[in-house]
C-alpha cells in the first residue's frame, strides 16, 4: 500500500507511538493530521520535516462534539480521511482493590470508546470512496498477568474485540 498523497490521522499523536506513527506516514509520503488533547507542534514538525503538510488538532477523542467538530476541520482542509490510527491511550498502574467506577470509566472512555468515536467519524467516508485503512492500537498485555493493570488490559481486549 502506498501512502504517498494520502490523509492519515493519528490520535495521541504529541508524543510516544502515535509521534512514531506519524513520523512514518509522513516519511511514506502521507499528510498527516496530528490529534491530542495537548499540542503536537514536536510532531507537526517531524512531518513537515519529511515534506508533508501536518495539521494539528486539539481534541478530546472522548467526547462526541470533539470527535464531531475534528471531522469538520478535516473535512475543510483535506475533503478526507484515507488512513485512520486509533492510538490514544492511557495506561496507568493502579491495583484492582484502589480502581474506582471513575478509574475505570476514564479509561474505558479514551482506550475504547475514542476507537468507537473517531472510528464512526471516518470510516462512512473511507466506505463512500471505497478505500481506507484503519489501525486501531491495542497491546500485547492481553495474554499476561500484568498487576495493576486490570482496567488497561480490559479496554485492550475491547479494542480488539471492536
Not at 106 to 117: I, Q, S
Amino acid at each position: 500500500m502506498s501512502a504517498v498523497d494520502k490523509v492519515a490521522l493519528v490520535t495521541g499523536a504529541a508524543g510516544g507511538l502515535g509521534q512514531a506513527f506519524a513520523q512514518r506516514l509522513a516519511q511514506d509520503g502521507a499528510h498527516v493530521v496530528l490529534v491530542d488533547i495537548k499540542p503536537c507542534d514536536d510532531t507537526a514538525t517531524m512531518v513537515e520535516d519529511a515534506g508533508r503538510e501536518a495539521m494539528s488538532v486539539i481534541c478530546d477523542v472522548t467526547s462526541e462534539e470533539s470527535v464531531d467538530y475534528l471531522a469538520t476541520e478535516v473535512d475543510a482542509r483535506f475533503g478526507r480521511c484515507d488512513i485512520l490510527v486509533n492510538n490514544a491511550g492511557i495506561y496507568p498502574i493502579q491495583p484492582f482493590e484502589q480502581v474506582t467506577f471513575a478509574d475505570w470509566r476514564r479509561v474505558m472512555a479514551l482506550n475504547l470508546d475514542a476507537v468507537f468515536l473517531v472510528t464512526k467519524a471516518f470510516a462512512p467516508g473511507m466506505k463512500r470512496r471505497e478505500w481506507g485503512r484503519i489501525a486501531n492500537i491495542s497491546s500485547s498485555t492481553l495474554n499476561t498477568v500484568a498487576s495493576g493493570y486490570t482496567h488497561y488490559i480490559a479496554s485492550k481486549g475491547g479494542v480488539v474485540g471492536f
